[in-house]
């Protein structure tokens, strides 16, 4: 038996969580640096964005300022490209690459490419599990109830399997991004390297937000078997 509100799975959880905070600081680290550097061209974000967009015929995408900081996304549903401030004004190699990877989100949605739909599916019951998942498996295994922490298990499978196919959405949308920058020649062979460092520690904040989803999933399931002590 274990002490009243004692978790003894919390410890698996640790490494995961320094691991993302540590890939929070690189990808702000890495931000900061590149967006000091200017680009030959002086293209900002949003400029870059839309000769991308044009050149895989998207003219019907529209590009939006929105609010935060590397709050940057594409809507799907909506057909528009937000870029945050220090991305769609800025003429920096760290401003392009980012507004080029939300263009490969924005082409992957033309060329129907199957994991983003499936992750786009997902968002309801990923809300769900990621908000109850957890908390209904501790829950359970102070009270000794089974029943509830398979309950939270199966709920925070699917914020799991909604970061799992995160990956391949992300580092798809990275590489179609270089590969468009070369193919227009948006950037020199220098900035071109310095994007693809900014792009592969933001990569990095998707790998760690996963491993972080994996570990409690492996807590969940010690707190079954320790239920059953």
């Given at each position: ?15 995961a969580?320094l ?20 680009l030959?061209s002086?293209?900002t ?6 000769k ?8 019907n ?10 709050s ?9 490209l937000?870029?945050?401030?220090d ?20 082409i ?9 739909s499936l ?9 769900i ?9 501790i ?9 509830l ?30 590969s ?22 933001a ?9 972080v ?17």
């Amino acid at each position: 038996m274990y002490p009243l509100f004692f978790d003894p799975t919390m410890i698996i959880i640790i490494p995961a969580l320094l691991l993302a905070v540590y890939a929070q600081y690189k990808v702000k680290h890495t931000f900061s640096k590149y967006n000091e550097i200017k680009l030959n061209s002086n293209l900002t974000g949003a400029e870059a964005a839309r000769k991308i967009l044009s050149n895989n015929n998207l003219k019907n995408i529209e590009i939006q300022k929105t609010d935060g900081k590397l709050s940057d996304h594409y809507d799907p549903k909506n057909k528009t490209l937000n870029l945050s401030s220090d991305v769609y004004n800025n003429n920096s190699i760290a401003a392009v690459g980012v507004a080029a990877h939300e263009v490969g989100h924005a082409i992957q949605d033309k060329e129907d490419y199957k994991p983003l739909s499936l992750r786009a599916s997902l968002v309801p019951a990923a809300n769900i599990g990621s908000s109850f998942g957890l908390p209904l498996a501790i829950f359970g295994f102070f009270i000794r109830a089974d029943f509830l922490i398979m309950t939270g298990f199966v709920l925070f499978s699917a914020a799991f399997l909604f970061h799992l196919i995160t990956l391949p959405v992300e580092f798809n949308a990275s590489n179609r991004a270089i590969s468009n920058l070369k193919s227009t020649d948006l950037l020199t062979e220098s900035e071109i390297k310095g994007a693809k460092k900014v792009l592969k520690a933001a990569a990095f904040t998707y790998v760690a937000t996963t491993l972080v989803a994996l570990a409690n999933m492996i807590r969940i399931l010690l707190l079954a078997g320790l239920g059953d002590d």
